[in-house]
């Protein structure tokens, strides 16, 4: 008995299609994994049946009825809840208080606490939940049990439908098995369950169906029993590598090591052993909150390793490593990269400024060009600038201090065609001229492309390396079980 | 400069318009006493700027300013001899004070809001322990000299002003008020670009504390010792810098502007006493000013928003 159906759903943002025809259905009791690589259109998919986007083409039923939701309210009415991996709870609120949410019972106007927090405790004895209670405040519970939250809340409202965004990214080893209970209790309640995760363990353990999205369209929907791993792989990233990227370093342009850490350790990351050489550009994969991003402001200072050796020195700060002659480009360039209301020039010469003396200041001008800064005005604010114009400068503004390693996190994410392409210039250039990179890119093309091999990380530890040119598979493999081929 | 530009044209506007009233302001003695009795909220403002522009406030230049003065006629008590170590001094309160306000801000995480604020009643209290309510001892001549005197033609307080001015208009065309306004723009990248932030903010308070310092000292000799005489300076210093279009939370404005926003509120002041309004109305006229171009500036900022969403949450995990 179908209790969701999609039908042709295609929707365009800024005129960039995102999704096309996409179909999608569950019945009840049903868990049905979503899986697709990065921008297939998994979340753009999910918010539309949410009723946080509406579609441009295409239909929803459910029931067989036909429902349209123009804001995240109509959606749920319609039975519909998605958990989100950023959990939308109030920490200093009790459990039922934010179960409760804006639709407080009322009794002779007041808030009638007895029956909000006896109905919490109903929901959470069904589903088995006894480690924490309604009055508990939220602050105070793991994310586990934050997780369980969301999902009273969910039932609280009626879901019929409870879409989870990666639920595990975010949860212990131990705590997975939690959830596995929970999700088959729900699916014995009669719930669809509409299972989004790039892990394909959980797909295979959990889910009765399972649908791959690949760039915006539906590949396939297929029974899990009828598919193996290493199929459904083949199905999400099968594609022709269709991006030029400039040619890699011959053996000989590959120089002397010019970082080294040997069994670098902190709270995210345990027994890090890593070299980067000159004119080496080195790729670092895993899956998210596998510690990429953790490794690299490890290795940077913002937050520094407190264990293990590191050549030339191991910074305690941000001003430490820029010393060691390091430099990083961050994941957010907005939060972390920009001052987006100063000048392009103010924004380039902002390290210089900080760090080094007054010679180390250059031609401003000379510089943009470089980076390719179309128009190369200095005195343009930087927020009116493209994405892709905002990361070149940012890349000017490490290169005015000439440092000997560059990090780079995610350096294309959000960054059009174009300014893509010359950014991956730069960086061969720049290695080319002695600097050694490490590059971060959840687009494993650009990984691959770029790569003069790749390390990959599995739960803060280096789960291992490949060689240039290894494939999309044996990458992911990696990152997900931590097994070589 | 393209930001300077309304504040100097609604400057213009009023001096045109007190020309119109009183054609003395045209002589150059009128002008020059005009300026003479903005010096100290102009110096005052810059100060403020400095501390406004690196995402920050400071409540507590009135009461500083109060004892900047209430000190000095103490210690001096009317002997000249006493006027050049006691100068040297009240420097030092200002420059330990805006210190005290930095490092507390910045190393105990306490917002400058409430820092100042509580700064502001220490400072205030500590004057009424300190004189018993009313202030004792007498300026000297010479300290009287830079509030009230003249070199030729010229008053000491505009010379001063322009010496001011010129070096804060130098600050912050320097590598320091890059990285100050950056901070206030990006904390977090202005940190991983290797500035270090509470340093630079703490060194805003610092030049706040110099800016009142100096205020103390021309106002003393200007309007004479009174435990009065700081009172309400605070907000007419924010009221000046936010008119002057700088925003509030910081990142944006230049001290030029933050300095004839001063002079823009002082000419209206002078105009409204022109026009016979009360005095008592400085207050009212200076709330309705902060709160509108506050509100100007917030208008822009949803504006802004539209145009800028925040990042979508990708979906974002393999590689």
């Not at chain 2, 001063?262 to 109305?281: P, V």
């Amino acid at each position: 008995m179908t209790l969701l159906g999609m039908r042709g759903i295609g929707k365009r943002f800024l005129g960039v299609r995102v999704l096309s025809g996409v179909d999608l259905d569950t019945a009840a009791g049903e868990v049905h994994a979503v899986v697709g690589e990065n921008g297939a259109g998994k979340s753009t998919l999910m918010k539309i049946l949410a009723g946080v986007h509406v579609p441009d083409e295409g239909t929803i039923e459910i029931d067989g009825r036909p429902v349209a939701f123009g804001h995240p309210l109509e959606a749920q009415r319609a039975g519909v809840a998605i958990i989100y991996q950023e959990f939308n709870l109030l920490p200093d609120r009790s459990v039922a208080e934010n179960v409760f949410l804006g639709r407080e019972p009322a009794r002779r106007g007041l808030v009638d606490r007895a029956a909000m927090e006896a109905e919490t405790r109903r929901l959470l004895d069904e589903l088995g939940e006894t480690s924490f209670g309604p009055r508990d405040a939220v602050r105070r519970l793991s994310v586990a049990q934050q997780q369980v939250v969301e999902i009273v809340k969910a039932l609280s409202v009626d879901a019929r439908i409870i879409v989870m965004d990666e639920p595990t990214a975010s949860l212990a080893e131990h705590e997975v098995e939690l959830l596995y209970t929970l999700v088959r209790r729900l699916q014995r309640r009669g719930l669809a369950v509409l299972y989004i995760s790039h892990r394909l363990r959980e797909v295979f353990d959990l889910a009765q169906r399972v649908t791959v999205l690949k760039d915006g369209a539906r590949v396939t929907t297929v029974p899990t029993a009828e598919v193996g791993p290493d199929e459904l792989v083949r199905l999400m990233v099968g594609r022709e590598l269709r991006d030029y990227f400039p040619p890699r370093a011959a053996p000989g342009e590959i120089g002397e090591v010019r970082l080294s850490v040997r069994g670098g350790g902190n709270g995210r990351l345990r027994g890090i052993d890593l070299d980067l050489r000159a004119g080496e550009i080195t790729g670092l994969a895993g899956l998210q909150g596998s510690g990429r991003t953790e490794l690299v402001k490890a290795l940077f200072g913002a937050e520094p390793f407190a264990e293990g050796r590191m050549e030339p020195r191991r910074p305690r700060s941000v001003r430490d490593g820029v010393a060691a002659g390091i430099g990083l480009v961050t994941e957010d360039r907005k939060a972390e990269g920009l001052a987006l209301r100063q000048s392009v020039r103010d924004n380039a010469l902002l390290v210089a400024r900080a760090t080094a003396g007054r010679q180390a200041r250059g031609d401003v001008r000379a510089l943009l060009e470089r980076v390719r800064l179309s128009p190369p005005d200095p005195e343009q604010e930087v927020r009116y600038l493209s994405g892709g114009n905002q990361q070149k400068v940012v890349l000017a503004k490490w290169m005015t201090v000439g440092p000997a390693v560059l990090l780079l996190d995610e350096p294309t994410r959000g960054v059009d065609v174009g300014a893509k392409a010359a950014i991956h210039d730069l960086m061969r250039q720049l290695a080319r001229d002695g600097t050694a990179i490490l590059m971060i890119s959840s687009e494993l093309p650009e990984l691959i492309g770029m790569s003069d091999r790749v390390v990959v990380m599995r739960d803060g530890r280096i789960a291992g390396e490949l060689p240039a040119g290894s494939s999309e598979e044996a990458i992911m493999r990696l990152a997900a079980s931590g097994e070589a081929t | 400069m393209k930001r300077t530009l309304p504040i100097l044209v609604v400057l213009a506007v009023l001096l045109a318009a007190i020309a119109l009233v009183n054609p003395f302001f045209l002589e150059p003695a009128g002008f020059l006493a005009f300026v003479k009795r903005a010096a100290p909220l102009v110096i005052l403002a810059a100060g403020q700027y400095f501390v406004i522009v690196s995402g920050e406030f400071d409540l507590s230049v009135g009461s500083l300013v109060t004892v900047e003065v209430v000190v000095a006629a103490r210690l001096i008590d009317g002997q000249e001899s006493a006027t050049w170590w006691v100068l040297l001094l009240l420097i030092a309160v200002g420059l330990l004070v805006g210190l005290l306000n930095g490092v507390v801000t910045t190393a105990l995480r306490v917002p400058s809001f409430i820092t100042t604020l509580g700064m502001m009643l220490i400072l205030s209290g500590a004057v009424f322990l300190w004189t018993g309510g009313a202030p004792r001892g007498a300026l000297s001549e010479a300290f009287r000299t830079f509030g009230r005197g003249n070199l030729g033609p010229v008053p000491w307080s505009v010379l001063i002003l322009l010496a001011a001015g010129a070096a804060a208009i130098l600050l912050m065309r320097s590598d320091f008020g890059r990285r100050l306004v950056a901070t206030g723009d990006n904390e977090r990248a202005a940190a991983l670009s290797g500035v270090r932030v509470a340093r630079t903010r703490i060194l805003a308070f610092v030049l706040s504390g110099a800016a009142a310092a100096i205020t103390g000292i021309l106002l003393g000799g200007f309007a004479g010792v009174s435990a009065q005489v700081g009172q309400g300076l605070e907000f007419s210093a924010i009221t000046a810098v936010v008119l002057g279009g700088v925003a509030l939370g910081g990142g944006r404005g230049s001290v030029v502007a933050a300095m004839a926003g001063a002079l823009t509120l002082e000419a209206l002041f002078t105009l409204l006493n022109l026009y016979g309004i009360s005095g008592a109305l400085e207050f009212t006229v200076q709330g309705v000013i902060i709160i509108a171009a506050v509100a100007v500036g917030a208008l822009r900022l949803p504006a802004w928003l539209a145009k800028h969403p925040p990042r979508k949450q990708g979906d974002t995990h393999v590689a």
